[in-house]
């Protein structure tokens, strides 16, 4: 079966309520061991159809947000998602209180049970309805992002559409392609500082419900953070401060003096060489099959996993109009098939798509095994350690998408998670401003953005840019808007996936079968576990940041690249 082939019905959820029901009620009537984990499993089974129906329904209103039919099922799964997480957190409550749970446990681990005493914390049906309006509030922010059309170039395009004009080795260009870009968000101030607004509100309200101070810990507690909490956040972004802002603000000097410029407006930043940045040198056609040449000399699992992915079309990778914004990889379990979304622009960012996004889909393809759902993918922090590792194991091949400008490519490339750090926490900080105060005013929020910004970014100039002056820079930000808190989870994947790239280079095959096995664990244990079991160092320890800083930057210095 081909994706397209993937048939859709909508989950009745008044159907899905009443059986679910009924074997909540069998597993808790359950007199034998056998009888309650038999009637478990037919929970989980149910679970997995829903939303395999509802990730159909994502996939197909993202590829196409003018598409009446998923439109509505969207405005559907928005609304039936909280009610299938109120089901999802009663079954958590009898596997937590039942006289089996040692058995539970034996079956599939002490980490779902953990999981499951988080989620119940981070949940009750009092706050169905305000769940059910912050996923209509968050779908507003996608279809408003979606619905850019701008004239540039004597063309209409999408924003992701204007990043390669962003990219232009011609000054001009870029600083009208930026002003376009931004002007789209500030000409539609009013609608992101509302849903932005009422998104914070709601969120807040939650969180009272539920009985937490505010929306800070109870969305650490949604995010399944079972190991650390914002103390420790707050202590990682202090050595963020410390070790990599300065790396940074010297990495932005020496791009400066590499394209001859006193210093860097901001949109100058996107532009790495006088010659232009690295591109792939073909097709989005070329690039899959580039890529499918790739994965199978890489190793046998990755040969497979690609293959399965291209022949079951589970791939949708180039702009067009009406196609939501960015990229991701997701899973559809009742078909076992990852999916990888993305905006292929023509930029090096095609190629990143390409790796980032299948090591999250190789990882999933891998732990496939896993029937409870928890288990498909594990936390975001470890999650996107997948995804970052695979740019870096995949560095050997680069040289047949990019050609001549392959030095190009990595020297920007490994430069770029260093210069995406201190970005990353920005983010983060903001975050925790936002939800410690929620009766902030829009202004203040961004007045608040500026001044973070200038902390972790402190050579930021936006020149003439009124709106990112006044720091507005963020309404770009997906996750801000639709995902509160994930944003540090890319942080600390890069920390880990900077130590494979080290080891990739020092130790090889060790590194690429310690990466394995971690795609092969998929979410059955914690964060600080699965770093443990992939040979990596725990990004909160205090030595862990300064400890890779040499041999990066040995590799950064050892690249002339003013000849690039």
Partial sequence: MKFNDYKYKRPEMTEVKDKARDILKAMENAHSRESFLEN??????????????????SIRHSIDTRDEFYDNESDYVDMAMPQLQDLVTSFYHVILDTPYRGDVEDKYGKHLLNLAELSVKAFKPEII????????????????????????????????????????????VRKAAYEAYSGFFRDHEKEFDRIYDELVKVRHKMAKKLGYENYVQMSYDGLLRTEYGPEEVKTYREAILKHIVPLVVKLRERQ?????????KYYDEAIEFTTGNATPKGSPEWIID?????YEELSAETKEFFDFMVEHELLDLVTKKGKQAGGYCTYIPDFKSPFIFSNFNGTSGD???????????????????????EYSFPTYEACEIHSMSMEFFTWPWMENFFK?????????????????????????????????????????????????????????????????????????????????????????????????????????????????????????????????????KNPFLPETIPSILPEIEAYLDSVDDTKL
């Avoid at 929970?43 to 329904?57: A, G």
């Avoid at 580039?290 to 790739?294: A, F, L, T």
């Avoid at 990143?352 to 759902?373: I, M």
């Fill in 40 to 57: 478990m499993d037919e929970f989980i089974q149910l679970r997995l159809h829903v939303e395999s129906m509802f990730q159909l329904v």
């Fill in 129 to 172: 309805e305000d769940m059910q309006e912050e996923n209509k509030l968050s779908s507003e922010y996608s279809k408003l992002v979606a619905s850019a059309s701008i004239q540039f170039e004597g063309e209409e395009r999408n924003l992701s559409g204007l990043i390669p004009f962003m990219e232009n080795p011609d000054r001009t």
């Fill in 290 to 294: 580039n890529g499918k040449k790739m």
């Fill in 404 to 536: 001549e400008e392959t030095e190009k490519y990595k020297f920007s490339h490994l430069q770029g998670t260093l210069l995406f750090l201190p970005y990353g926490v920005t983010v983060d900080e903001f975050q925790h401003f936002v939800y410690e105060n929620p009766e902030a005013t829009p202004e203040e929020r961004k007045r608040q953005w500026r001044e973070i910004e200038k902390k972790y970014l402190p050579l930021k100039n936006y020149e003439d840019n009124d709106f990112y002056n006044r720091g507005g820079f963020w309404f770009k930000q997906l996750h801000i808007f639709t995902s509160p808190f994930y944003y540090i989870d890319y942080t600390l994947a890069q920390v880990c996936a900077l130590q494979y790239f080290i080891r990739s280079r020092n130790e090889g095959k060790k590194a690429w079968d310690d990466y394995v096995a971690l795609c092969k664990e998929g979410g059955s244990k914690p964060f600080l576990e699965l770093v443990d079991l992939a040979g990596l």
């Fill in 256 to 264: 400066a003096r590499r394209l001859g410029l006193d210093e860097l």
């Fill in 351 to 373: 190629i990143d798509v390409l790796t980032h996004e299948a090591g999250h889909a190789f990882q999933v393809f891998s732990s496939r095994q896993y029937e409870v759902p």
